[in-house]
C-alpha cells in the first residue's frame, strides 16, 4: 500500500507540478494575495488544496519579508515530501513528525529525499489547526435534517464559519511563528527552498469534533 501511495505521488509530479508551479509559484506573495480567490470562503468538504498549500507557502514568504529576510523559493520535491506527510496525518489520523505507518516515509529526511538529494539541511515543521473561526469555546450541535454537526460560538451562539483561504493560511503561519522552534525554521536564513501542504479533516460536519487542517512545511537548504 505504502508503495503505491509513493508511485501515486510520482505520478502527479510528473503530470501536475508544472500547471501548479506556474498558475501559483510563478508570482510574488502579493501578487497571490491580490487574486480574489484568497477572499473565498474554505468549501471544507470540497477544498481546492492545491491553492489552499500555494496560500500557505505565500503566507510564510510575507512573514518572510516582513523580518526582512528574501523570500524562499518553491521546490516540488518539498512539496510532495509536504503533501505525503500531512496527507499520512490527515487520514492515519497521527500527528508526528515520525510516520509510524511507512518505513520509507519514517523521518523528515527520507521523505524529502523520495524526491530530491539536492539538500544539505533539512528542517519540518507540523501543525493541526481548526478550520473554523470562532472564540474560545465552541458547541457541537447536531442537525437532524442536514444530518450532520454545525459549530457555534459559546459565547453568541453564532454559527462558525471557515476561514478564507488567505486567512487560513496566514492564521497558521502566525501559529508557527508564536513558537520558538518553528519560528526558527521559519527565519533562518540557510533555509532558502520551502514546500507547504494543508490537507483537510475528511467528513469535516459528521463528526463532533471541529474539522481541522494537517499543516506540513518542509524547508530546504543546500549550503
Not at 78 to 95: E, I, K, P
Not at 127 to 145: H, N
Amino acid at each position: 500500500m505504502e508503495t503505491l501511495i509513493i508511485f501515486a505521488l510520482y505520478l502527479y509530479s510528473h503530470l501536475g507540478i508544472d500547471l501548479h508551479k506556474n498558475q501559483y509559484y510563478a508570482v510574488d506573495d502579493g501578487r497571490f494575495f491580490a487574486l480574489p480567490k484568497c477572499n473565498e470562503l474554505i468549501p471544507l468538504q470540497n477544498p481546492d488544496t492545491l491553492f489552499l498549500d500555494a496560500a500557505v507557502f505565500h503566507a510564510s514568504n510575507e512573514v518572510r519579508r516582513k523580518y526582512g529576510l528574501a523570500p524562499f523559493e518553491y521546490d516540488p520535491g518539498l512539496y510532495l515530501a509536504s503533501s505525503g506527510h500531512a496527507t499520512s496525518m490527515v487520514y492515519r489520523m497521527f500527528f508526528n513528525h515520525t510516520n509510524p505507518y511507512s518505513p520509507y516515509e519514517r523521518t523528515a529526511q527520507r521523505r524529502v529525499e523520495l524526491y530530491t538529494k539536492r539538500f544539505r539541511r533539512i528542517a519540518e515543521n507540523i501543525g493541526k489547526y481548526q478550520t473554523l473561526v470562532s472564540g474560545d469555546f465552541m458547541i457541537a450541535r447536531f442537525d437532524r435534517r442536514l444530518k450532520q454537526y454545525e459549530f457555534l460560538n459559546e459565547s453568541d451562539h453564532k454559527l462558525c464559519i471557515p476561514f478564507t483561504y488567505a486567512a487560513y493560511a496566514r492564521f497558521v503561519v502566525e501559529q508557527w511563528m508564536a513558537s520558538p522552534p518553528h519560528r526558527s525554521n521559519l527565519m533562518n536564513p540557510a533555509y532558502t527552498y520551502l514546500g507547504c501542504a494543508a490537507r483537510l479533516s475528511p467528513e469535516p460536519y459528521l463528526h463532533k469534533k471541529a474539522p481541522y487542517g494537517s499543516l506540513v512545511q518542509n524547508f530546504g537548504g543546500v549550503q
